[in-house]
């Protein structure tokens, strides 16, 4: 039998991708379909004095608009956070602004009309009255006295303030320290610009009263769960939520938005399907953005630069409202992982959650964790800087031990796994890092500025023990389900908790399923996305579809295999324990001539003529998979960059990356994920800014602006991998789609950082744009003189 | 974002401040023929202004009020505008100095777009600010030497 | 896209887009559509009509009358790039259009749309500018020509009066002894200049007779620099010369400036740039 696992396999979804036959939620299109514009307010904050619908409802072709009061009349609830902290304050987070406006692009009423385009003429004609009130947009500012509230009950707007590590053994480590180095860092905002804007396509039955919701998700059951108990108060049972194609999430995806509770509301009041789907514009100012931190951060040393203590004190910028996982982002995904792959004797970091007048922040591809392995990973450059080391070498006499796992870290996480060193030396080698430093050496001789920058970063993904995240506040499971289906004929229907969107699950998770029932991947089909099919499910983010999803799978798989052994061996009149499958027969060991294929099993399963006593009929198996830890990738990213200090501008030259996912399952998507995930992350460090002003206007709402990488921005990556598998997951897999943003932006920044040595420069805030480093260059040339 | 200027204008300061009060002066002032100024109260005018910039073409409609003044000398306005794809604010000042047997008037102000103007015409603003002030003086001197003809 | 709504006709000849722009008077005419389509879908620009002049056969192409070169308003910005005649006649062009936006744009945008559009960051006005081109324009009295000077008025403003067309624009041929170069430095999102220069040098053996400096992306228009223009005459282009007088070319006072690159960072860069324009066209005026 053919091996799929391990194979570049090209993957199923494909020809339909790229021939432009993908369903994506606005390619559906139903009778009687009515289309919904918003009216977006263009103040940070204000207060809604009145809004007069009138002359809208007049358009010819509009069918209804809908304001905030409309849904509170009719019990519409607030959408929840999914993650609570200990006096965290949760203002309520309507769909539709009532009487205040808290960031630029908040909904204020929602025109329903025949067309989109009726629908976008009449939104111009909504008028809407405003006081306009000073805002604030910087999470510091917004703290600082005297601040303009984002909403009355939080004061001084903070959501929440959070600590983990301990304290005074960081204090201890700190008056002992031989070398202590400080910085003050700023994570800049990221907008998650998906290729494929969110959409939502409501339709209700009257005569069975059921809504279906054809949605841009990651999670439609986590949106079920929220949009019946929570904002509609009605059964479960009551709403299917699907998850057609989906062109890309990077966590923007995840969360409950007001959009999809307009177009539910509507459909159900106005008994037709209502559509909408947002304009890049909405995009930039309604999704989630991510990032957005101001931190002040603290490593100590000994004299050989052994590090022993960190302390880190951040402001992250919540946005206007709390979404799912707003809270948990830069706290339990953060803290969490300041221990990076070292051998910290104390680490303390406290986090003040702060609203402003911004549009809400919350998980972004990463997702706390790009933002800690930039602080650690710059902090340890800024170390090795101050003591006149070698980075990579700093960073290796730093390595916990492979013999040392389990490893407790002093912030609360249990690594289970890793071996740091040969990823290290893997990228050191590939690099020829010795020659890498004399070319840079020479160069510098000829006025040109090379830098090289270190990323040796840790992940924990695969979310998550749902006991765990339970203790720590979460108001989900993290699980995982699968489903596996056989039919008579021994092809294999799946229906996976997980969800691509994107990612490659119906190949990679075929793969999987076909080299353990050893039939042709042809026989398998992957269904996810659709409340209505799939067991109840968590989705995918946070790295977790082949650590918790596939595991989940495996564990069916299991049942599966069983349950056809047994069949076999009744059949075989042989003891199940004495049956094995080879060569896609099922056969008592060592008479491989004498078998059953797997279909003349599923036959026999679903005739039920001859089964073992007691035995039921079918074949089919579900498992709901929860796993024992998280999974802990790692690896070194090294970036090699050129500043031209004529005019600040930075270019990428290389960019070798050396993971460890464990196994892989397909390499080409793995390669793929990698290639995504460093794009994104250089994207943060050279380009992206999803810049506010003082004032809480968003500056950067169009790709005019806004500069995502492009393949002209980006060299030829040079990756490889080491294998390191989970020991507590069925496949040892660990995540690959996060590692490349986690580790790169903080490899091109130490690479920028290192170019800008000779003038002096210890630390510059990203973006590296060619302004900032060309006024960073004025100023150390200065400093130099 | 600040811009700024100053334009001489062969007319008394009371002169100049006078039509800097007369609506229906400032609302040609504002866009000639495209404008309207409807006082809503002391010193608070309901204005309607077309601006046009290249192929950017919007109704604006919005609210200025006087929040200080020091006849014939000086005063300070706020403006917030609005159209449907966003919209502006700005606070300004204005100063008439004794300038040669006429007036000169020195003007700054920080305008700020709102919505989707400041996502996409940030590249922009200061240039057409910068414009649109200096074509608002030059039309107000228009308006005295029309009226001293 | 939501644009308001619009008319749309197609014109086959110049005489009939003037004539529709007569009876449309709120019309723009569709050259590439890559600066007017996104502002409609943004609703920023609310045209009652479009005329389209993709079917216009006479405004495309480049052909040569003499000592002058001429190209249609329609000719895309890929054919000026690849045009294998404009790289012995005129290469600042093609060199230019090389770095306008990217491949989608290229293929569809015109240089008569956007030196029309006259846009305040656009790179072919500058070249245009640079080069003493002169620009046929066509309306219902008839044709005329403006010099490149005269043509760009402001932000988005030129001498095109309602109802008339951009037919040509007219470049001299490079003579022996000229060089000329374009250097942008762009916006690291729509690629448009944060500054751009382009510079023509006539040199005689090494010394510079004149040169022609203009720059886009930091002024209200394309600006000639003819304090540097004027510092240049009588000198040889070399190093010494070009460190010395690529400094402070302009102020950065009444330059744009946004968030992605200041005024001051602006008048910093028209320095470098125009110094490595110079550089490159003083090297090539050597070249046959």
Known sequence: MEQYFGKAVKRVEDPRFLTGSGQYTDDLSLPRMAHVAMVRTPFAHARIRRIDTA????????????????????????????????????????????????????????????????????????????????????????????????????????????????????????????????????????????????????????????????????????????????????????????????????????????????????????????????????????????RDHESEAELAADDE?????????????????????????????????MNGPYRFRAIHCAVTGVFTHTAPVDALRGAGRPEATYLLERMMDRMAQELGQDPAELRRKNFIQPDAFPYQTPVALVYDSGNYEPALDKALTTLDYKRAREAQAALRKEGRYLGIGFSTYLEACGLAPSSLVGSLGAQAGQWESALVRVMPTGKVEVFTGAHSHGQGHETAFAQIVADDLQIPMDDVVIVHGDTAKVPFGWGSYGSRSAAVGASALKMALNKIRDKAAGIAAHLLEAAPEDVEMTGGQLHVKGVPERGKSFSDIALQAHLAHNLPEGMEPGLEATHFYDPKNFVYPFGTH??????????????????????????????MIAEGQVHGGIAHGVGQALLEHALYDEQGQFVAGSFLEYAMPRADDLPLFE???????????????????????????????????DALGPFGITHLDMPFTAENVWRAIQGGKKAVA | MQIQGSHHIQAT??????????????????????????????????????????????????HIRITEKTPPEAMTLTLIARSGVGGVSA??????????????????????????????????????????????????????????? | MYPSAFGYYRAASVQEAVALLGE???????????????????????????????????????????????????????????????????????????????????????????????????????????????????????????????????????????????????????????????????????????????????????????????????????TRLTKLEAALAGKPLDEATLKATCVNVVSPDGLLGDHTASATFRAHLTDVFAKRALQRAAERSTSR
């Open chain 1, 55 to 290: 002359q809208a409802l007049e358009h010819p072709g509009v069918v209804a608009v809908i304001t905030g009061q409309a849904l509170r009349d009719a019990n519409i609830g607030s959408i929840p956070p999914g993650w609570l902290l200990p006096d965290i304050k949760t203002p309520p987070h309507y769909a539709i602004a009532v009487d205040r406006v808290r960031h630029a692009g908040e909904i204020v009423a929602a025109v329903i009309a025949e067309s989109r385009a009726i629908a976008e003429d009449a939104a111009l004609l909504v008028d809407v009255e405003y006081e306009m009130l000073p805002a604030v947009s910087l999470g510091s500012a917004a703290l600082a006295s005297g601040a303009p509230a984002v909403h009355d009950e939080a004061i001084e707007n903070v959501c929440f303030r959070w600590s983990i590590g301990d304290q005074a053994a960081v204090d201890a480590e700190f008056d002992r320290a031989a070398k202590t180095v400080k910085l003050s860092l700023r994570n800049s905002r990221l907008a998650p610009n998906a290729i494929e804007p969110r959409a939502s396509l409501a339709q209700y039955v009257r005569a069975s009263d059921e809504l279906t919701l054809w949605t841009t998700s990651q999670n439609p059951h986590i949106h079920r769960l929220i949009l019946a108990a929570f904002v509609l108060g009605i059964p479960e049972h009551k709403l299917r939520v699907i998850s057609p194609d989906v062109g890309g999430g990077f966590g923007s995806k995840i969360f409950q938005y007001p959009e999809e509770v307009i177009v539910l509301y509507a459909a159900r009041k106005l008994n037709r399907p209502v559509k909408w789907t947002a304009r890049r514009t909405e995009s930039f100012v309604s999704d989630s953005h991510g």
């Open chain 1, 305 to 337: 630069g052994h590090v022993l203590a960190l302390r880190v004190k951040t402001i992250a910028n919540l946005g206007a409202y709390l979404t799912l996982f707003g809270p948990v982002v830069p706290t339990y995904l953060y803290g969490t992982l």
């Open chain 1, 638 to 667: 090294v970036a090699v960059v050129e500043v031209d200090p004529e005019t600040g501008r930075v270019t990428l030259q290389r960019y070798v990356a050396v993971d460890d996912c464990g196994p892989l399952i397909n390499p």
């Open chain 1, 719 to 753: 990756i490889d991998h080491t294998v390191t598998p989970s020991p507590h997951n069925p496949l040892g897999v660990k995540g690959i789609g996060e590692t490349g943003t986690i580790a790169s932006t903080a490899a091109v920044a130490n690479a920028v950082i």
């Open chain 2, 13 to 62: 300061r009371d002169q100049v401040w006078a039509l800097l009060n007369d609506p229906d002066v400032l609302a040609r002032c504002c866009a000639p023929g495209g404008a309207a100024l409807e006082a809503e109260g002391p010193d608070q005018f309901k204005a309607t202004v077309r601006v046009a910039v290249g192929p950017v073409k919007g109704t604006f409609q919005g």
């Open chain 2, 91 to 149: 606070n300004g000042r204005i100063r008439l100095e004794e300038d040669d047997g006429g007036t000169r008037v020195v003007w700054s102000g920080e305008p700020q777009l709102l919505g989707m103007l400041a996502s996409l015409g940030g590249r922009l603003l200061q240039g057409v600010a910068q414009a649109q002030a200096e074509e608002f003086f030059r039309r107000l001197e228009a308006e005295i030497v029309a009226s001293d003809t």
């Open chain 3, 24 to 222: 449309h008077p709120d019309a723009k005419l569709l050259a590439g559509g890559h600066s007017l389509i996104p502002a409609m879908k943004l609703r920023l620009a609310t045209p009652s009509a479009l005329v389209d002049l993709g079917s216009v056969a006479e405004l495309r192409g480049i052909r040569q009358q003499g000592e002058t070169i001429v190209i249609g308003a329609m000719t895309p910005h890929r054919e000026i790039e690849y045009s294998t005649e404009l790289a012995k006649t005129c290469p600042i062009l093609p060199e230019a259009a090389a770095v306008i936006g990217d491949p989608l744009v290229r293929n569809r945008g015109t240089i008569g749309g956007s030196l029309a559009h006259a846009d305040p960051a656009a790179d072919f006005p500058a070249c245009v500018l640079a080069l003493g081109g002169t620009l046929t324009i066509q309306g219902t009295a008839g044709g005329r020509t403006v010099e490149a000077a005269d043509f760009f008025q402001d932000m988005f403003a030129t001498a095109l009066q309602p109802g008339e067309v951009l037919t040509e624009i007219q470049v001299p041929a490079r003579q022996p002894g000229v060089g000329m170069a374009y250097e942008k430095f762009a916006h690291p999102a729509s690629r448009y200049a944060i500054v751009g220069v382009a510079a023509v040098v006539r040199m005689n053996r090494s010394v510079c007779e004149e040169a022609r400096v203009a720059m886009t992306g930091a002024t209200s228009k394309p």
